[in-house]
């Protein structure tokens, strides 16, 4: 038996074997330590730093003893990656040798270079100082990269003068505004004993693989991350053989190495399968707190793209990479969770008479609708807009499914209250065959925002995407809806009758965001815009509502974001956009004039060669004469494509002004990119395979 497999039949040994979890402290720290730091995990007290210095302590024995010699901290700037700064152990001695110390202070803080970050304005060039804290609420972990083994310390990361360069401060402060206002709440219907409420998060990852060989040979893949050339492949995903398929060895022994890899990381990756497309995958982990989750998705992308490696793979993550077949989402599975147990989500058998579930489903429908643009703008990405609306992703119009139980009981709030819950049943298949039990409903993948039992599933975010936007963005509109219910309540005389007057208004006001049909139909878009909602479909457009007033306050109210921070975010967020763009406009410049022109001038020289040779046998050629004819009329067509692709991408070069920059690139660059594809992906179908320089979409997406 392999090593492998010795590993898969001791998967409880190895779950969390490089973690610094609550077993491992349980065993290394004194007890009075160990409850110590519990007590500020649980948000009673802060972090002692004598506690932070035993703690410190132990983490570098137990690194050390796992082969560590460095530490990091490791913290999600702006760059929608994660960074890393690591040092040493080691501490010289005066007789010149060394001794292995960390301290609690290293433990806390660091010190990164926060210049070299985007910082949208926030931090000038010569304003280099940073600092990173440390998140105790998220494990420690020890990870290697090659030889080296070092000990992560999940951070988060802000500026001299304090204001947030990172996508987890504003994650951590909006949990606690979500907290603060869920607890409210539930003092106010009667719970006396929840002390928190915690977001929490699942956060399904879907991804391409396709063979190393075949990406060596793309330059857009190598730099883009998506194929800005490929005509559609003869077979794509029409059959539908793909979805839940059996999974190819090569695949199999890929996604063994993964879970191992995850497993030790204390991630619990759950669910795998294939996804739609041919080379499509995906994989989903059991919930955990939201900023817990963030760092994990984080992990699981950067471990995917090295286990892909090390399989002769290439991983993309890209929410588009293969044009004409689905791309890739991260489907972000929300709920809520006292720190006793109660999942405020789950609407027991009852739902209709159970208030505390209403009352927060009745948060959320308000805040979806009110803050749609928001929630739209949380996702917006160059990537994502390839995605979203193309027929295997939501519009994006923002709606939400609540399935027909729900439903049926948000009516009957509007008629003047809830009284009964329909049931579910069960399904009989054939006699040999249990009964199933029925859910109260169906489940609709083509919804943006939608129920799925006992959370709710938000399908828009791109599959590249931090998981922090959507999730600040969410907990905070909610922790302002249940701000304004807490405030009514309280002036109120009787909490039952305020609670009911809530549950009608809410039903009434805001039925024009359910919606359970389909929602890639022509129709739903008309009718859509009848009920007002709002249908933005490009990232620009989307982004530029961040700092509409509604906003700006409501981020200041919670304290999860100053207006300073929400507008260097939009400026960072519009540099991405641009730079992104800019990238493919100048991959596409150069497959097409270095790679794509020559080859096709080539086959049409030799075409004409074997033209003229036909000729002087005697013999006629109007099938290579017709030939030559659309080769040369795709290839003066592309030639003109690609003068004025070069032409509008230098004009879009001297706006200066970031949105009028953005605006450039959005009106004519990408319209450019798109004609010089089209004319290079004719031309595809038509040359002679041999002549081609690139690897075609039949080759990526299907030979393993």
Not at 43 to 68: H, Q, R, S, T, Y
Not at 498 to 527: C, L, M, P, V
Not at 658 to 679: E, S, W
Request: aromatic share 8%; proline share 4%.
């Amino acid at each position: 038996m392999n090593s492998s497999s010795n590993e898969c039949c001791g998967i409880t040994d190895i779950f969390g074997l490089n973690v610094f979890n609550d077993k491992v402290m349980r065993e290394r720290l004194p007890k009075n330590i160990y409850q110590a730091f519990r007590q500020t995990l649980e948000g009673k007290c802060p972090l002692d730093p004598a506690v932070a210095d035993v703690m410190a302590n132990a983490m570098k024995d137990w690194a050390i003893e796992k082969g560590a010699t460095h530490y990091c901290h490791w913290f999600q700037p702006m760059t929608g990656v994660t960074a890393e700064k690591h040092d040493s152990f080691i501490s010289p001695t005066q007789d010149g040798s060394v001794i292995m110390e960390f301290s609690g202070k290293e433990l806390i803080k660091g010190e990164p270079d926060a210049s070299s970050f985007p910082s949208g304005g926030l931090r000038a060039t010569f304003e280099a100082r940073g600092y990173t804290a440390w998140d105790c609420t998220s494990p420690v972990f020890i990870k290697k990269d090659g030889e080296n083994t070092t000990l992560f310390i999940p951070c988060a990361f802000c500026s001299y003068t304090s204001e947030a360069l990172d996508k987890k401060t504003p994650l951590l402060r909006s949990m606690d505004a979500l907290c603060k206002q869920a607890v409210r709440i539930l003092r106010l219907m009667g719970n006396t004993t929840s002390e928190h409420v915690i977001p929490t998060l699942g956060a399904e990852q879907e991804y391409f693989l396709v063979d190393s060989k075949f990406v060596e040979d793309r330059l857009d893949l190598l730099l883009t991350g998506r194929t800005l050339f490929g005509a559609p492949s003869p077979k794509g995903q029409e059959m539908e053989d793909q979805y839940f398929g059996s999974l190819h060895d090569r695949i199999g022994s890929f996604m063994h190495d993964l879970n191992i890899a995850l497993w030790k990381l204390g991630i619990s990756a759950k669910t795998q399968h294939n996804e739609v497309s041919p080379a499509q995958y995906e994989l989903a982990p059991i919930f955990a707190t939201v900023n817990i989750a963030t760092d994990w998705n984080q992990l699981t992308m950067e471990t995917l793209q090295n286990i892909a490696l090390q399989h002769g793979f290439v991983c993309l993550l890209h929410e588009k990479p293969f044009r004409g077949v689905n791309g890739s989402g991260k489907h972000n599975n929300w709920s809520m969770v006292t720190d006793d147990g109660i999942n405020l989500l789950e609407p027991g058998n009852t739902p209709h008479s159970n208030a505390v579930f209403l009352m927060f489903l009745c948060a959320i429908i308000r805040g979806v609708d009110t803050y749609a643009k928001l929630l739209r703008a949380s996702v917006a990405s160059a990537g994502n807009d390839h995605r979203l609306g193309a027929n295997e992703a939501p519009p994006a119009i923002i709606s939400i499914f609540l399935g027909d139980q729900l439903t049926d009981i948000f009516q009957q709030l509007n008629d003047g209250g809830a009284k009964t819950s329909k049931a579910g049943g069960e399904i009989k298949l054939a006699s040999m065959l249990p009964p199933l039990p029925k859910d109260t409903t169906d489940r609709n993948r083509t919804s943006p925002f939608a129920f799925t039992g006992n959370k709710f599933e938000f399908r828009m975010p791109g599959s590249s995407l931090s998981t922090s936007g959507p999730n600040f963005v969410l907990n905070t509109i909610i922790a302002e809806i249940l701000r304004e219910f807490a405030d009514e309540i309280e002036a109120a005389k009787d909490v039952q009758t305020a609670t009911q007057k809530i549950f009608k208004r809410i039903a009434r006001e805001h039925s024009r965001i359910i919606f359970n049909g389909d929602n890639y139909t022509e129709e739903w878009a008309k009718e859509a815009e009848r009920r007002g909602l709002p249908n933005i479909n490009n990232t620009v457009e989307s982004l530029l509502t961040i700092l509409e007033k509604d906003n700006i306050d409501l981020f200041k109210k919670h304290k999860v974001l100053s207006e300073k921070e929400l507008s260097a975010r939009v400026e960072i967020l519009l540099e991405n956009y641009v730079k992104t763009i800019g990238i493919e406009a100048k991959t596409t410049l150069h497959m097409a004039k270095r790679q794509i022109v020559p080859s096709v001038i080539q086959y049409a020289g030799s075409l004409a060669s074997s033209i003229s040779a036909i000729k002087t046998a005697g013999a006629g050629s109007a099938a290579g004469v017709e030939n030559l004819s659309s080769v040369t009329e795709w290839l003066d067509q592309l030639q003109a494509a690609i003068n004025h692709l070069e032409k509008v991408y230098a004009e879009s070069n001297g706006t200066g002004d970031i949105r009028k920059h953005a605006l450039a690139i959005r009106d004519k660059v990408i319209p450019a990119m798109n004609k010089v594809r089209d004319a290079a992906d004719a031309l595809e179908t038509i040359v002679d395979a041999q002549f081609w320089p690139l690897p075609t979409y039949a080759d990526m997406l299907f030979k393993r």
